[in-house]
């Protein structure tokens, strides 16, 4: 079997992660792969480091027909048996650049549960151009189902966390919280941390969390709240602690940390995980706290909905409420003992649903099932 995957995207975020993990375990199994991405992006220099075959091409944006005639090309070149799509982006232009080569299976995957457009276009991307769509969560089926595709040809797949690297951090003592403290300047005080890593774009809801943040203030609720990440809404989230009065001395202090790599650094400096995103496809950041026993509060958005288990793994609060998001820290920041009942759930859920292995071998399941088949329409 050979497996090509392409990604059309100039960074490396959530999806790439993802990828690289199905493709690393693809390869314990055997599998030829190559992965074909965007030309001078970082997927292709990562994928290179790491051994993998890499092919470029022009996937400037969702238009660019020079990027379909490369494309074309590479798979008549490559010969997939499966031909794999991992970004909206690879979605189009790979798509009508895949047309009439007989290739026996194309799959896409969906990681995002925004509403799709409703149009001849999309319907024949999702429906006719691929012979199966994964789908994260839930959430995301239903977006697709949306647009009148079979339900069969729309198969759950969720996103999956490295379990065993994030294990040792349940283990982690009060020697190795402080120094993961430090590290991240926090003071070396009673104060219990909470924190949340993800890009900070408007759609993370950064700034409903320090909104709850300061509820948490007035209240006489005290913590360290760290951010960890980067996007464009840094300057304007700084701004907004700053008119909170959130970086100073006051009952709760921010840290803005920036981009913090591995993600175990930040994890294992918290004692709650929060994430108040207004739109979210499933919420890695989310599992991999989990995965690392930390109780998480949540929106009750999208797949955050599925992977927290309000009352047993954490706590959901409507979005864009930082009242409710306030009084669900609040009670998990007073509680030692609850939180870590939570936690311990969190990362049993973790293992049981989301981990990679799991997330992989239903990928190579699938590609199996869809050559068992024949060749797509």
Known sequence: MRVVHVDGEKGFSGGEVQLFLLMERLRRQGIDQVLVVRRGGLAGARAREAGYEVREAPMGSSADLGGVAVLRR???????????????????????????????????????????????????????????????????????????????????????????????????????????????????????????????????????????????????????????????????????????????????????????????????????????SRKEGLGVAALEAMAAGLPVVASRVGGLAESVVDGETGLLVPPEDPEALATAMSALLRDPDRRARLGAAGARRVAERYSADAMAAANLALYRELLAGGPGD
């Open 74 to 276: 590479l798979f008549r070149e490559l010969r997939p048996d499966v031909l794999h799509f991992h970004t909206s982006r690879a979605h189009v232009l790979g798509a009508f650049a895949a047309l009439g080569l007989g290739i026996p299976a194309r799959v896409v995957t969906r990681r995002m549960d925004y509403p799709l457009r409703r149009d001849p276009v999309v319907r024949f991307l999702y429906g006719r151009a691929v012979d199966r769509v994964v789908a994260i969560s839930e959430a995301v089926r239903r977006e697709v189902l949306r647009l009148g595709i079979p339900g069969e040809r729309v198969v759950l797949i969720p996103s999956g966390v490295e379990v065993e690297r994030f294990a040792p951090l349940r283990e982690r003592d009060a020697a190795a919280r402080k120094a993961a403290r430090a590290a991240l300047g926090i003071p070396a005080d009673d104060r219990p941390v909470a924190g949340t890593a993800a890009s900070l774009h408007r759609r993370k809801g950064h700034d409903v969390l320090l909104r709850a943040a300061a509820r948490l203030a007035a209240t006489g609720t005290a913590c360290h709240l760290v951010i960890a990440g980067e996007g464009p809404e840094r300057d304007a989230l700084r701004a907004l602690a700053d008119e909170l009065g959130l970086l100073g001395d006051g009952p709760v202090r921010v840290h803005l940390a920036g981009q913090v790599s591995p993600a175990e650094m930040v994890l294992g400096a918290l004692d709650l995980f929060v994430l108040a």
